[in-house]
Structure formats: structure tokens, C-alpha cells
């Protein structure tokens, strides 16, 4: 796909646009652009438990002229007001003829609040009288808390309430929930008041005395106690610049060791800026060491532990620091499934997919206090540990997953292959409130008959093959590399298996296409979806079937310009902004990105991340949101829309615009040899890329690609560390290499660059 980047000549969406959001842990506060919080989703939540429903600031009883509110970043934001001076014209200049006193006047009582969150909440205060003369105002705060589930607050109805007591003692208000298994309550605290406050019918007034340009300060703290305990928040200051957290520091550290992108396309370049900032703010902080390090899912709605989502943000976004991976590794064999329980579709050995601490969940609402229903995380987790090894060398770490490595692959053949077959097939356990659908689309219609029927479970779904296939496969190699060379073998034969019976079962010949699954009776559900593009990047397809895999994704009725959509828009249940029926998933597009690079479809990965990429020009900030509407990109269309509710940031669509820089530039580390190999091939429209100080176990590298007017793409090691082997060699898999091109290119290794 010819010609230059383009960034669209149109206005950014933002998601949730009325509204402000800053988070931090399981920390959350949201209110509407004006600062406040007043209504529909705004509040200060933790857990996805609203702890303060209401915050409102008044200046004599009136709302204060609202300036501006912005955020400085992802944990905190500034609002700034304005009020009159209370004296009127006498505040004024003597000799000014205008009987109001003018702006002066008008605009004098400046009131700035700046807004803190991490483990609850700091507010600084300030006050400024820009008049001529002392001011005495009347401050009051408009508190109020519900302990509304967030799920609850975005639908507007409540299925848990109980009474809420206030109470109000030597400065500081307390909020109890009195539900008999939610002892929450909040406490706001008034530090260094200039003057005692007092609580007024629902209100804390404070009456304050404004000496011109002297600013007078104070602090509002917000601790949520959660199930009885109390958590005081992370921060206790008057700048921006001056916070020093364990969280702070654990944040700093992990951004030390990023690799330096430049990309000769700012468009490329903003995208990446921005992917990497929003990952470093999504850190839940929960464990300890490495652990601290695993994301949510996203926000304003998915601020929890997401299995298969960590999963697939960790691994798409290794390239930046294994860090994540490591730790997202080590929280998922911390809730390793250890016992059989329908009720939350737990089985030993099961990867959990959710775990969410919201009162719908505390109260047992529904399964997600701790769920296992998914079939994408047990293999993913098998990957990732791999994944992990291939990036860092480090043996001992591996070695220590031994355990559950073998618990989750005895899951997968045991539970995860419910008929004996050798093919996965889901179901849940637990009813009517358990996922229905349990492959990497979740939603409850994800898998229809060509005309629209529902499939029945249980479901042997396209993309859980492939899942398992590059799960045996990788951790076959692992355990070669380790020295357990019979299981490794085994692994990998059985991996083969699979691939070989996967190609006959699934094949849908007069399509040129796989079939998105097997239904109950093992009949091909043959309806057109973005599923098989999975396979491509496990490698489970057979490389003669691969160009017409990826060019059905790339069709018209797939591919929408954006990018690959979720469902045919052909199929009569295509909807461009249903959840799984038509929308546009960029972390499942950044995996098949990287299928395409695998099989050397070059051309289709071009396409396919110019949409990606330019899609980021129409969001705010330059940030992929979690799914965009699958309209098609056409006169009409100037812009596709999004999923209702996405969330912004979503983790893996972060990820995905750093595994589309992976994919473009080739790059296969495997530091237990310290080699990095390499298959370049840049696009026209990104000419020339700069990654510096990338991390291969304990060397680093920095590589300069280029490509030349006849479309060859060059590489040059700037410098590196370590001595790290860099070998320019197409996948094993590309369609476009044979013997004598890989042989060239090894002797093209030797030669400078």
C-alpha cells in the first residue's frame, strides 16, 4: 500500500467525553470535565466501589465560574474556578468608573484544586484573592457516598443498597455502609485548615479570610476502608513534581530499562509515545518484586485482573521490558486453579480469567470474584513463560515453574479436551451465569451459523487450537533447551499432531479459509470471522494455505480499512459496533500482524498496519481505544466510530501498537543463545526506524533499519552490549525464503553494516 501516512483531517474521539478520569492501582476517580462529581458514572471508586458519590465545592453558596480542568497524567489532574469578590465595586480600583468593579472584581477569587489518586485520594486546596482588598468568603464541600459497583453506576440500576450512615467528628467526615457483608466506609479528612471547619446539613463549611495575592492552603484526603481496612493514600503534597512512592519508584524503574524508539513517521512515533506511557500507568501494584508490574485491563470499567488480556498484554508488549511479562507470569501461578468448583469454572490447573473485588462480586452477583471460564489463558500462560525465556535466558525462573507448567498442560488434555478428541472444545460449568463462550471472543454471540443461529456449546473454537498448538510446540523447545529432552520431544510431537489433524478438520476449502469452529457435533461452524487470523501467528497453519488465509482477512468484507473486523460484514449478524459481530480489535489485529510477518505475507502486514497506525490519528491522544467500529473506511465513513463503553486506555490495545513495531521490524530474540534475529522489511511510508537499548537477556542492542529506493530494507547496529548475535534470517515459516535465500542472508550477517 503506496504512499505517505495520513493523519485524517478530522476531530479526535475521545471515550467518555463528558467526563475526567484519573487512576492509579485499584484506585479511580472520575468526574465530569468541570471537575466535580455530580452524576451518571462520576465518583471516586475503589475496587469498582464507589467510595465518594458526590463532591461538589461552593464558594457563598454559589457554584464557582468554572475555568478550566485538566489532567497532568494518568493519577492526577488540575481544576482551576473563579469567583467575585464579596465586597463588590469596594474591591475594585477607587477611580475605575465602572460601577461592578470590572474584572478585577468579577474574576477575583481564584480556587484551584489539584487531585491525587493512589490507594485513595489527596486533594491540595488553594485559595487567591486577586482583588484590592482582603476577602471573606464561606467554602463549603458537598460530600455524599452510595458504595454503588461500578457495573452498577454505568447501568444506572442498583441490585445491592444498604442505609449509609454519616457522621462528623473533630474534622473529619465518615461515611459507613451498613450492609451486613460490605463493611465499607470512607473517611475525608480537612488537613491544615486555615480555620476549623464545621459540617452544616450535609456540608463542611469553613470561613475563610483572603488577604490579597497571599494564597491560603489546605488538604482534603479521601481513605476508603475496604472490608474493614483502611487504606490511606499515597500521596501528601503541593506539586506535582515532588512524589517519591514505593509506586513511583517501582514505575520509574521499569521505564529506566524501556528501548528508545524513533520512527521517521510521527504518526508512528506518537502512537508508540503514547502506547508505552499508557502501559507504564496501568500497573496494578498488588504482590511483590515483579508482580507489581502486572496490568489491568483497562479503564474506566475493566481496573482489575483480566487473565488472558494480562496475558496478551505482556507478551505483545515484551519488546519494551520483560519485566511485565515476568510478573503478569508469576500472578497467574499465584491463582492457579487448585480444585474443582463449577460454580466459578474453577478445575486444577486452570488459568483464572477474572478476579474483581466490586461489591456484585463480593456478594456473590456473580462469578467473577475469582472465575477460570476461558480457554485462551492456560495456553497463553505456557506461551508467555516461553516467550519470556526466549527474551531473557533466565533458566532458574523457568525451572520454577515447572509445577504448574505441568498442572496447566494436564488441564489442557484432561479438562481443556472435554471429549477425548484432540481438539479443545469449551462449556462452562456454572450455569446461566457462567460465560457461555470461552475462546478469545467472550461475548455471548460471538459464534453464529452462517445464517445467524447460535451456536451450542460445547464449541472446539478455531483459535484454541492454534492456542495449544503454539503452547505444546514452544514449551517443547523450552524443555529441550532445558536439558528434559524426552518431554520435549513428546511436546513437540504432540504439537505436530495436532497441526497435522487441525489442517483436515477445519480446512474450509471452497472459502480458502478455516472455519471459526467445530460445533457439538463436530460440524464446521462455516462462517467468515477474523478467528483463523490466531493461527497464523501460532504458525498451526499449513504454509500452503497461508496466502489464502491472509488475503480472505485482507478482503473488502473483512478488512475495513482500519483494520480486520471481528465478522464478515456480509454475514447477516454483522453490526459495526457490536462487541464481537463487526467491530475492529486491535490487539487481535496486532497478532495477526504478526501471523502475516511469520509468513512472509510482507505486503499484507503493510496494509494491514497503515490502517492501525492511522486509526491512531483519529483518537485522542493518538491512543487506540479497546475495539473500533467496523465501518468501512469510504467517503462516507471519514471516521469508524467505537464500541460503545471501550474502554481508553485498554492494555492491549497498547500492546498492540508495540507488537506492530515488532512485526514490521522482524525481530525473533532467543537469548538463551544471545541471538537476535531479524528479518526487516519497513513499509514505504515509515522509510526509517531507530530502536535503541533493546534488551536481549543481559546484552542490549541498538539497530538503524532503512529502507532504499528499491524497497529493500537495510539494518546497522549502532552500538550494543554484551556481545549479542544479530542474524538477518526470514521466520521458519515465510512462503518468500528458500535454502539459497537463507544462506544469503547469513552470509549478508557476516558482512558489515
Known amino acids: 500500500m503506496g504512499g505517505p501516512l495520513v493523519l485524517q483531517d478530522v476531530n479526535r474521539l475521545k471515550m ?6 484519573a487512576y492509579q492501582g485499584h484506585s479511580i476517580c472520575i468526574t465530569g470535565v468541570h471537575g466535580h462529581v455530580k452524576q451518571g458514572i462520576e465518583g471516586f471508586y475503589q475496587h469498582n466501589t464507589r467510595f465518594l458519590s458526590r463532591m461538589i465545592a461552593r464558594v457563598d453558596g454559589c457554584d464557582p465560574h468554572f475555568v478550566s480542568a485538566n489532567p497532568v497524567d494518568a493519577y492526577s489532574f488540575i481544576a482551576y474556578y473563579l469567583c467575585p469578590h464579596p465586597g463588590g465595586r469596594e474591591a475594585g480600583p477607587p477611580d475605575d468608573p465602572d460601577p461592578t468593579g470590572g474584572e478585577i472584581v468579577k474574576s477575583a477569587i481564584e480556587l484551584q484544586v489539584n487531585r491525587f489518586v493512589g490507594n485513595g485520594m489527596h486533594q491540595d486546596v488553594c485559595l487567591t484573592n486577586h482583588a484590592l482588598s482582603e476577602a471573606e468568603v464561606e467554602l463549603e464541600w458537598e460530600f455524599d457516598a452510595d458504595y454503588a459497583d461500578l457495573t452498577e453506576a454505568v447501568e444506572g440500576k442498583r441490585t445491592q443498597f444498604a442505609p449509609v450512615e454519616v457522621a462528623w467528628q473533630e474534622g473529619e467526615l465518615r461515611f459507613a455502609y451498613r450492609h451486613p457483608e460490605l463493611p465499607h466506609a470512607t473517611l475525608v479528612r480537612f488537613l491544615h485548615p486555615p480555620t476549623p471547619p464545621e459540617y452544616r446539613d450535609g456540608r463542611v463549611v469553613m470561613r475563610l479570610k483572603l488577604p490579597p495575592r497571599v494564597p491560603v492552603e489546605f488538604c482534603i484526603t479521601v481513605h476508603p476502608v475496604f472490608c474493614g481496612e483502611r487504606q490511606d493514600p499515597l500521596y501528601d503534597c503541593y506539586s506535582f513534581r515532588s512524589r517519591d512512592t514505593d509506586w513511583d519508584r517501582a514505575r520509574m524503574a521499569w521505564g529506566a530499562q524501556l528501548p528508545t524508539l524513533h520512527a521517521s ?53 515484551s519488546l519494551l521490558n520483560p519485566l511485565m511479562l515476568k510478573g503478569t ?28 473485588l466490586n461489591p456484585l462480586s463480593l456478594l456473590g452477583k456473580n462469578p467473577f470474584l475469582h472465575y477460570y471460564g476461558d480457554y485462551a489463558g492456560p495456553p497463553m500462560f505456557l506461551t508467555c513463560i516461553a516467550w519470556y525465556f526466549m527474551q531473557t535466558g533466565d533458566r532458574e525462573f523457568v525451572r520454577g515453574l515447572m509445577e504448574p507448567i505441568e498442572r496447566v498442560l494436564a488441564w489442557m488434555d484432561r479438562d481443556g479436551d472435554r471429549d477425548g478428541d484432540g481438539f479443545y472444545e469449551y462449556a462452562t460449568r456454572a450455569g446461566a451465569w457462567g460465560t457461555k463462550n470461552q475462546g478469545w471472543k467472550d461475548s455471548g454471540q460471538a459464534v453464529l451459523y452462517p445464517d445467524g443461529r447460535m451456536v451450542q456449546n460445547p464449541i472446539a473454537s478455531v483459535e484454541i487450537q492454534g492456542y495449544c498448538f503454539v503452547a505444546k510446540q514452544l514449551m517443547g523447545q523450552t524443555f529441550l533447551a532445558l536439558g528434559h529432552v524426552a518431554r520435549g520431544v513428546e511436546l513437540i510431537r504432540a504439537a505436530d499432531d495436532l497441526k497435522r489433524r487441525f489442517n483436515e478438520a477445519y480446512w474450509w476449502p471452497e472459502e480458502g479459509f478455516y472455519a471459526q469452529a467445530l460445533d457439538p457435533e463436530k460440524r464446521q461452524v462455516r462462517t467468515v470471522t477474523s478467528n483463523p487470523g490466531h493461527c497464523l501467528s501460532c504458525g498451526i497453519v499449513d504454509q500452503g494455505k497461508a496466502a489464502a488465509v491472509g488475503g480472505r482477512l485482507m478482503a473488502p468484507d473483512m478488512f475495513s480499512g482500519w483494520g480486520i473486523r471481528t465478522l464478515s ?41 497503515r490502517g492501525l497506525f492511522e486509526a491512531t490519528g483519529i483518537f485522542y491522544l493518538h491512543r487506540l481505544p479497546e475495539s473500533i467500529g467496523g465501518h468501512p473506511r469510504d467517503a462516507f465513513h471519514p471516521h469508524p466510530g467505537i464500541y460503545p463503553q471501550s474502554n481508553a486506555p485498554q492494555a492491549w490495545s497498547s500492546s498492540a501498537v508495540i507488537m506492530l513495531v515488532h512485526a514490521l521490524l522482524g525481530l525473533r530474540p532467543y537469548a538463551p543463545l544471545n541471538a537476535l534475529l531479524i528479518d526487516p522489511d519497513l513499509p514505504e511510508w515509515l522509510p526509517e526506524v531507530t530502536l535503541e537499548h533493546l534488551p536481549l537477556g543481559s546484552s542490549r ?50 558482512l558489515p553494516h
Open 329 to 356: 507470569i508469576e500472578t497467574m501461578a499465584r491463582w492457579l486453579g487448585d480444585r474443582t468448583d463449577d460454580r466459578y469454572d474453577e478445575q486444577p490447573g486452570r488459568i483464572i480469567h477474572q478476579r474483581q
Open 569 to 609: 460484514s456480509d454475514h447477516p449478524a454483522f453490526n459495526p459496533f457490536a462487541y464481537h459481530l463487526g467491530s475492529v480489535w486491535p490487539p487481535e489485529n496486532a497478532s495477526i500482524a504478526l501471523g502475516l510477518k511469520r509468513y512472509g505475507l510482507n505486503r499484507l502486514l503493510h496494509k494491514l498496519a
Open 16 to 21: 467518555f467525553p463528558e467526563t475526567l478520569v
Open 265 to 317: 513517521h510521527p504518526l508512528v512515533q506518537s502512537a508508540w509515545d503514547r502506547a508505552v506511557a499508557d502501559l507504564g500507568s496501568l500497573f496494578l501494584f498488588d504482590g511483590t518484586g515483579a508482580e507489581r508490574y502486572t496490568p489491568a485491563a483497562g479503564v474506566p470499567i475493566y481496573q482489575a485482573l483480566f487473565g488472558r488480556d494480562t496475558l496478551t498484554t505482556a507478551w505483545q508488549s
Open 701 to 750: 542492542v541498538s539497530l538503524r533499519l532503512r529502507r532504499d529506493a528499491s524497497g529493500h530494507t537495510d539494518y546497522q547496529i549502532l552500538e550494543s552490549s554484551g556481545r549479542p548475535h544479530v542474524l538477518r534470517q526470514p521466520p521458519a515459516n515465510s512462503l518468500r525464503a528458500n535454502l539459497f535465500d537463507r544462506l544469503g542472508d547469513l552470509v549478508e550477517t557476516l
